[in-house]
């Protein structure tokens, strides 16, 4: 059973385009993290969303989470093809974090 | 970037035989992690330690076991690998539950 759920899986869309990616639970988390991942690396943590309704942004990047803490999404305005990788959200629970099973992202030229 | 290394970063090894990945860190941060990924699992946490000595399994902890002696390290061994323990397996650290820092990655193929 996956406690958190990212959709969409798979996304390729064309440079200039925008996107957006759902983290979805039904349980709560005392907060939630962001991270990209490339081909042959470890995940880098983009950011950490800890308050209900808090939107983060990160240049291009905008981050927010549910009032809830239950979901999360990560908007892309005008993607570029250095955006392309693995995103993947994490929620904490206690003494560990619960990965989604990540969104592969795919910005070609 | 995090000082976080593992050892070795890539192993094959035959099935039956026991297998240790090292984790080392740098940062003085008290949580490290275990976790593998494999193509439609996303990331999988097998296990953690919140202290030296200190551990406890994730969800996929059958099969491997853990040690930290030391703070800045951070063992998983695989008993008898088995070929379904094909995988790469990440070490994290964190100061707090949240935010961590991967290593590399380690890629094992287990024939």
């Known amino acids: 059973t996956q406690l958190l759920e990212q959709s969409p899986q798979f996304l390729s869309i064309q440079e200039g385009e925008n996107l957006t990616v759902y983290c979805n639970s039904s349980?709560?988390?005392?907060?939630l993290q962001w991270y990209r991942q490339e081909p042959g690396e470890g995940p880098v943590l983009l950011v950490t969303?800890?308050?209900?309704?808090e939107v983060k942004k990160l240049k291009r990047l905008t981050f927010q989470f549910g009032d809830a803490r239950k979901d999360s999404s990560l908007h892309i305005t005008a993607a570029q093809p250095g955006d392309t990788g693995l995103y993947l959200c994490a929620g904490a629970r206690p003494g560990k974090l619960i990965f989604g099973q990540g969104t592969t992202l795919q910005v070609k030229p | 970037d995090a000082g976080i290394t593992q050892s070795p970063r890539h192993k094959v090894t035959e099935t039956g035989t026991p297998v240790t990945l090292r984790c080392h860190q740098t940062e003085n941060h008290r949580y490290m992690y275990w976790y593998r990924q494999d193509p439609g699992h996303g990331l999988r946490l097998i296990h953690y330690?919140?202290?030296?000595?200190?551990?406890d399994k994730g969800e996929v902890s059958d099969g491997y076991s853990v040690s930290r002696s030391k703070t800045e390290d951070f063992l998983l061994t695989l008993e008898s690998a088995t070929s379904s323990q094909t995988s790469v397996y990440f070490c994290a650290i964190s100061e707090s539950v949240g935010a961590s820092y991967f290593g590399p990655g380690t890629r094992l193929t287990v024939t």
């Open positions: 330690s919140y202290g030296v000595k200190d551990t």
């Open positions: 349980s709560v988390f005392s907060s």
């Open positions: 969303v800890v308050t209900g309704g």
